[in-house]
């Protein structure tokens, strides 16, 4: 069905082997050099990039153990960086399907039919689980990280997605970053990667190096086309994200706050937006906290109380959107009190 090179790779990310080996993806499973996995022993497929890491439930019976993982239940594999995001979808489409299956047996087993729910994803095809959930405006897929509506419409703009350095909901990019430039034996550096984040990012990172650079031409030129590309290409209704992410990634929620609603009068449904205006309530919160004990914790209080606010929003109108509810999640002792006004439904 789809043929494709790869290498098993070790805990350090290295291949096991010095030539690629071939897979394919059949109507029963994967093949990896011959070897069988069945779609029904998928737990979960994670890609970093041209990487991707398979999880496998807990009674997989597979012929490829010699390459499982010590302390994990799965391996990882490099693929070609081209094919990495179709490969991982077109594997996440079956194993999704079977899970997904799997639920409704069991909810119809338990009399529970009625609370099951589900949806496919526009973009990568994968079956998504939405049983229990209330239905929403948009829907999240976590297989994908891409947002669409309840009418099956792809929605996200571009790459907007949340950045795997800050956690924020921004466009990414591959940005090139080279740091040359030498200012005596104590500060000096040359180095050329590539990074995958965020705009704000981007844009964080260049403003210190800006001005290292300046006088060294490999590492400014770099520098201008990076800061080129984080200011081209932006949707209108976009434009103040990347700032405002900034700022609150620093704790600057008070100035971060104008720019958020200035794009509320365009986008004021969209998840991503709505969850970076709550995250930057939060991290203005918990920097706060962190001199709390010189302060009190008064102050970061209000902040808590509109980051709670806007995530909820958030999920009021994705109610699957993992990252809002993730900070949910890792924050749940952070105590706060509920305005009597809270429950406004006005949006
Ligand atoms: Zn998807
Ligand atoms: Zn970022």
Same mark, same amino acid.
């Given at each position: 069905?789809?043929?494709?090179?790869?290498?098993?790779?070790?805990?350090?990310?290295?291949?096991?082997?010095? *030539?690629?080996?071939?897979?394919?993806?059949?109507?029963?499973?994967?093949?990896? #050099?011959?070897? &069988?996995?069945? *779609?029904?022993?998928?737990?979960?497929?994670?890609?970093?990039?041209?990487?991707?890491?398979?999880?496998?439930?807990?009674?997989?019976? =597979?012929?490829?153990?010699?390459?499982?993982?010590?302390?994990?239940?799965?391996?990882?594999?490099?693929?070609?960086?081209?094919?990495?995001?179709?490969?991982?979808?077109?594997?996440?489409?079956?194993?999704?399907?079977?899970?997904?299956?799997?639920?409704?047996?069991?909810?119809?087993?338990?009399?529970?039919?009625?609370?099951?729910?589900?949806?496919? $994803?526009?973009? $990568?095809?994968?079956?998504?689980?939405?049983?229990?959930?209330?239905?929403?405006?948009?829907?999240?897929?976590?297989?994908?990280?891409?947002?669409?509506?309840?009418?099956?419409?792809?929605?996200?703009?571009?790459?907007? !997605? &949340?950045?795997?350095?800050?956690?924020?909901?921004?466009?990414?990019?591959?940005?090139?970053?080279?740091?040359?430039?030498?200012?005596?034996?104590?500060?000096?550096? *040359?180095?050329?990667?590539?990074?995958?984040? $965020?705009?704000? $990012?981007?844009?964080?990172?260049?403003?210190?190096?800006?001005?290292?650079?300046?006088? *060294?031409?490999?590492?400014?030129?770099?520098?201008?086309?990076?800061?080129?590309?984080?200011? =081209?290409?932006?949707?209108?209704?976009?434009?103040?994200?990347? !700032?405002?992410?900034?700022?609150?990634?620093?704790?600057? &929620?008070?100035?971060?706050?104008?720019?958020?609603?200035?794009?509320?009068?365009?986008?004021?449904?969209?998840?991503?937006?709505?969850?970076?205006?709550?995250?930057?309530?939060?991290?203005? #919160?918990?920097?706060?906290?962190?001199?709390?004990?010189?302060?009190?914790?008064?102050?970061?209080?209000?902040?808590?109380?509109?980051?709670?606010?806007?995530?909820?929003?958030?999920?009021?109108?994705?109610?699957?959107?993992?990252?809002?509810?993730?900070?949910?999640?890792?924050?749940?002792?952070?105590?706060?009190?509920?305005?009597?006004?809270?429950?406004?439904?006005?949006?």
């Amino acid at each position: 069905m789809f043929d494709f090179d790869f290498r098993f790779l070790n805990t350090d990310n290295k291949p096991t082997s010095f *030539f690629d080996k071939q897979g394919s993806i059949e109507d029963e499973g994967v093949y990896f #050099a011959g070897e &069988i996995l069945a *779609f029904e022993d998928i737990q979960e497929v994670v890609r970093h990039r041209n990487r991707l890491s398979f999880i496998l439930e807990a009674d997989a019976r =597979t012929a490829i153990d010699e390459f499982l993982l010590p302390d994990f239940n799965g391996f990882m594999i490099r693929v070609n960086e081209d094919e990495a995001f179709d490969i991982k979808s077109m594997i996440d489409r079956k194993y999704t399907q079977i899970q997904v299956e799997k639920r409704k047996e069991e909810l119809k087993s338990q009399d529970e039919l009625h609370n099951f729910r589900k949806a496919e $994803c526009p973009t $990568c095809k994968s079956h998504l689980d939405l049983s229990y959930l209330k239905p929403t405006k948009y829907i999240f897929c976590r297989y994908c990280d891409s947002i669409f509506n309840k009418y099956g419409n792809y929605t996200d703009l571009n790459d907007y !997605k &949340i950045c795997p350095v800050c956690n924020y909901y921004n466009r990414l990019q591959i940005t090139p970053r080279v740091e040359a430039y030498f200012y005596g034996k104590e500060d000096k550096a *040359f180095s050329f990667e590539k990074a995958y984040q $965020c705009d704000s $990012c981007t844009e964080r990172e260049l403003r210190p190096r800006f001005w290292k650079n300046a006088p *060294f031409v490999v590492g400014a030129i770099t520098d201008f086309i990076a800061k080129n590309r984080i200011e =081209t290409d932006i949707d209108s209704s976009y434009a103040e994200l990347t !700032k405002a992410n900034l700022l609150g990634y620093w704790g600057q &929620i008070e100035e971060a706050k104008p720019l958020y609603e200035s794009m509320f009068l365009y986008v004021k449904d969209q998840p991503g937006v709505l969850y970076d205006f709550g995250k930057a309530y939060l991290d203005s #919160a918990l920097l706060l906290l962190e001199d709390a004990e010189f302060t009190g914790d008064e102050a970061a209080m209000p902040y808590i109380r509109e980051a709670v606010r806007w995530l909820s929003r958030s999920i009021q109108m994705c109610s699957n959107y993992q990252p809002a509810i993730k900070l949910f999640e890792d924050n749940e002792e952070l105590e706060y009190e509920i305005d009597d006004d809270f429950e406004d439904n006005d949006y």
